[in-house]
């Protein structure tokens, strides 16, 4: 069973934490998916991906998470809830980044035209004038909609450079206080 789940926009931090759950012996899966979940709740999804998940890991860090963590707290009431937030702007201009690298181009009407098609997971905003405003929207559904869940840990990026936050994880998922590592293992799958 998935005892915790990282949410985050994506561009976050939710791998960084997921490896650094996974180096504390956490097996916590990052985006994983099989099959693919689908970013709206999918009942049919949702069954096969959370029971071949908990068949090997104890916790998730997925942007999708989003809308499957209410039915995720219906199968498991003790669910640990962490979502990590990063600043708007940064984020904003690390999925540009991101999106720039899959198109192939720096042009953010281009990168538009490539969301609103539907080619990125994300569900960006696909009424929105301009890219910037697209993610920003994105973003501020996002955290609202975190905000709502009750006993949710919220940490900020930044803020996972210091061990203090590290402890304020652990404790939060009950991780024993022997052994814990504090290495930050911070990697991009795209440097952004």
């Known amino acids: ?59 998730e860090s997925s942007l999708l998470g989003i809308n499957y963590v209410d039915r995720l707290k219906e199968d498991n009431p003790d669910l640990k809830v962490i979502v990590l937030q990063r600043d708007k702007q940064e984020t904003i201009n690390s999925f540009i980044n991101v999106l720039g690298i899959k ?19 994300v569900t960006f905003d696909k009424t929105a004038a301009t890219l910037r ?21 919220h940490i900020n990026l930044q803020d996972l450079n210091c061990t203090t936050t590290h402890d304020k994880i652990y404790d939060f998922i009950g991780l024993p206080c022997d052994g814990r590592s504090y290495d930050l293992i911070h990697s991009h799958r795209f440097i952004a």
């Open 103 to 121: 198109c192939r181009t720096t042009n953010e009407d281009d990168i538009l035209r490539f969301v609103r098609e539907g080619k990125y997971i």
């Open 133 to 153: 405003e697209s993610i920003g929207n994105y973003y501020d559904w996002y955290y609202t909609k975190c905000d709502t869940i009750q006993g949710a840990l």
């Open 1 to 59: 069973m998935i005892r915790t789940i990282i949410l985050g926009t994506g561009r976050c931090g939710t791998l960084t934490i997921s490896n650094m759950l996974n180096n504390n012996g956490v097996y916590c899966a990052h985006e994983f998916s099989n099959p693919r979940l689908t970013f709206d709740l999918d009942e049919h999804h949702y069954k096969i991906h959370y029971h071949y998940l908990a068949t090997v890991y104890q916790a």
